[in-house]
């Protein structure tokens, strides 16, 4: 099933590309910013495919990746779930890209 992204039950998942590194304190700032603003989730477990199919059988539709060039720029992967694409965007600008893509009122 494919919700659209203001209907999925989960609107979005951080994921640590591995599990040290300190890349599980960057995905955990990441999440607990998303989460104040809606339901999310946090998965460190298996393949990244793995994690990404798991969301995208719940509809949940973006994932955000963080992984050693999160730590050398600040920049995280956003990946759509209906499109597949993912763009590399600020880790600063997570919240601000979800409003943006879930809240049709910031649309310009």
Request: charged residues 30%; aromatic residues 10%.
């Amino acid at each position: 099933m494919c919700f659209h992204p203001r209907m999925a039950p989960i609107k979005a998942a951080v994921f640590p590309l591995v599990n040290k590194d300190g890349m599980p304190e960057l995905a955990h700032r990441i999440y607990e910013a998303v989460r104040k603003f809606w339901p999310a989730q946090y998965d460190a477990k298996q393949s990244i495919g793995k994690r990404y199919a798991r969301m995208d059988e719940a509809g949940t539709p973006f994932c955000f990746t963080i992984d050693g060039q999160t730590k050398e720029d600040g920049t995280v992967t956003v990946r759509d779930r209906d499109t597949g694409h993912q763009i590399r965007i600020s880790d600063e600008k997570v919240v601000a890209y979800l409003k943006e893509h879930l809240e049709p009122a910031h649309r310009a």
